[in-house]
């Protein structure tokens, strides 16, 4: 028990609005809160970390709410920060001179729900690219360099309903050419778009609204891929090897009995993720590989083996849902999120490299 690692809460700023969105920024003490005031307008908030305090550097009103942003497709050098909001607009901000968005486009008819960000940082191979999840029932993919099209659009197909698209994720950008997109919908659809290709190469069904979905790692070969509930169930599926009719091998656990908002890699263990919940909990996971990871079936093809998980902490910080996570990609173990009390906590998860 000793061993376990603990999730210690270091510092918590009540905040004047509420967030929706945390992200640390790459190579700095910095984090930033997205959110919606109560006028409804949106709010931008940067706060650089002082030992057990933080300092608000810089407070930004948008015209409408910030759901969603990510730093994934932009230079270290650079850091700039795309978002999406509350009425379908993309929007790109250099974070020294916020006033006006060095990129802008009406990306989709409705609320941009989920942003994600690839080819940028130093990580994955290939174009910087955006992909926003909508309301509007389209997941479009963005390269900044080109005007205001998006380079691909996944929509329903002819008769097929709408759904609303809650979580996007880029993954398998291991070099110039390969890259797929996982996006999740409010039905529990999960569709893997290959871009290489331009087209659908696997969907499923969870029976739960799909609330995050999140590759271990976007720029290796694919290798897994968590998927969270509305219901308090999550599914981490082993994306090595692809089954002709079952697809992908998966193990699913029942983590509590309300939403799992969030799932989010350690950035320096793959293996490991955290868990954010509609009781204000988070859960911190390890999955363990299985002795051999494929085996033949009875026609001899080749079919994924799921591994196991294991709990390694769990802790109750707030009486309302944690609604974003974000670890600092620079520090191990360190961790920030946002919650529906109004609150942005920085969290210190001790021992991680001892598992």
């Known amino acids: 028990g000793a061993e376990r690692p603990q999730v210690v809460s270091h510092v918590q700023q009540a905040l004047s609005y509420t967030v ?25 908030q940067l706060y650089e970390l002082h030992g057990a305090r933080l300092e608000l550097l810089r407070e930004i009103e ?26 379908g607009n993309l929007n ?19 609320i941009i729900n989920s942003i994600d ?33 998006p380079v691909a659009s996944m929509e329903p197909v002819q008769g097929e309903s709408k759904r609303d698209c809650w979580t996007v994720a880029f993954g398998n950008a291991y ?13 529990g659809d999960i569709k893997l778009f290959d871009l290489k290709t331009m087209s659908l190469r696997w969907e499923t069904n969870i029976k739960n609204g799909v609330c995050s979905v999140e590759f271990d790692r976007k720029d ?17 599926f082993d994306m090595r090897t692809q089954h002709p009719t079952k697809g992908f091998a998966s193990v699913s656990e029942k983590a509590q009995k309300s939403t799992i908002w969030q799932v989010r890699h350690l950035p320096q263990n793959r293996d490991i993720f955290m868990t954010s919940g509609g009781s204000g909990s988070l859960h911190l996971w390890k999955y363990e590989y299985p002795a051999q990871r ?25 009486t309302q849902p944690i609604s ?32």
């Open 324 to 355: 974003s996570l974000d670890w600092s990609p620079d520090k191990k173990g360190l961790c920030v999120c946002g919650s529906f009390d109004q609150t942005v906590r920085v969290l210190i998860v001790t021992k991680l490299n001892k598992i």
């Open 117 to 149: 960000g690839v080819g940028g940082l130093g990580i994955g191979e290939g174009a910087p690219e955006i992909v926003t999840g909508s309301r509007d029932g389209t997941v479009k993919v963005w390269d900044p360099r080109q005007n205001d099209t």
């Open 62 to 87: 948008k015209p409408k709410p910030i759901k969603c942003g990510t730093f994934g497709a932009t230079s270290l050098q650079q850091r700039y920060l795309a978002t999406g909001d509350f009425d």
């Open 220 to 236: 290796i070969n694919m290798n897994k891929l968590v998927a969270t509930s509305l219901e308090g169930k999550f599914h981490v």
């Open 294 to 318: 494929s085996k033949k079936d009875s026609e001899g093809s080749e079919m994924g083996v799921a591994g196991s998980l294991s709990l390694l902490q769990n802790v109750t910080l707030s």
């Open 175 to 187: 070099n110039q050419e390969e890259r797929v997109v996982c996006a999740g919908y409010d039905n």
């Open 92 to 110: 790109i901000w250099n974070l020294e001179a916020p006033e006006i968005p060095v990129y802008s486009v009406k990306g989709h008819k409705e």
């Open 20 to 44: 929706f969105d945390c992200k640390w920024v790459p190579r700095s003490a910095r984090l930033l809160c997205l959110g919606s005031a109560a006028r409804g307008t949106g709010v931008l």
